[in-house]
């Protein structure tokens, strides 16, 4: 079992910038994928960035491609989302998940773990 908790979100103008951290326990994440997904109100939950288990493979939504940065820290068990030029479009509760698989992916069925959210609202 993995337990993970996200941290970071806030409030922000637009054009500002956050850095989410996901922490996990319970066991090591370094041998599997990590993604950070969103919800907005009234929408369903998306992709935005995943990173393969050595951190050398990531893939972003297109949507955030330029502007977001995912990252990870094996040692430390945890994964970062840097968020630059945010915009009020990228307001949503922010999640993460580990994968059950090493490489990235963009499907909610290839991960096993989630955590609670954090929030990140982006103000005009």
């Known amino acids: 079992q993995v337990q993970l908790v996200e941290s970071g979100g806030g409030l922000v103008k637009a054009g500002g910038s956050l850095r989410l951290t996901c922490a996990a326990s319970?066991?090591?994440?370094?041998?599997?994928?990590m993604g950070w997904f969103r919800q907005a109100p009234g929408k369903e939950r998306e992709f935005v960035a995943s990173?393969?288990?050595?951190?050398?493979?990531?893939y972003y939504t297109d949507s955030v491609k330029g502007r977001f940065t995912i990252s990870r820290d094996n040692a430390k068990n945890t994964v970062y989302l840097q968020m630059n030029s945010l915009k009020p479009e990228d307001t949503a509760v922010y999640y993460c998940?580990?994968?059950?698989?090493?490489?990235?992916?963009?499907?909610?069925?290839?991960?096993?773990?989630w955590g609670q959210g954090t929030q990140v609202t982006v103000s005009s």
């Open positions: 990173i393969s288990w050595s951190g050398g493979s990531t």
């Open positions: 998940a580990v994968a059950g698989v090493a490489v990235v992916a963009d499907n909610e069925r290839a991960y096993k773990y």
């Open positions: 319970g066991r090591t994440i370094s041998n599997y994928a």
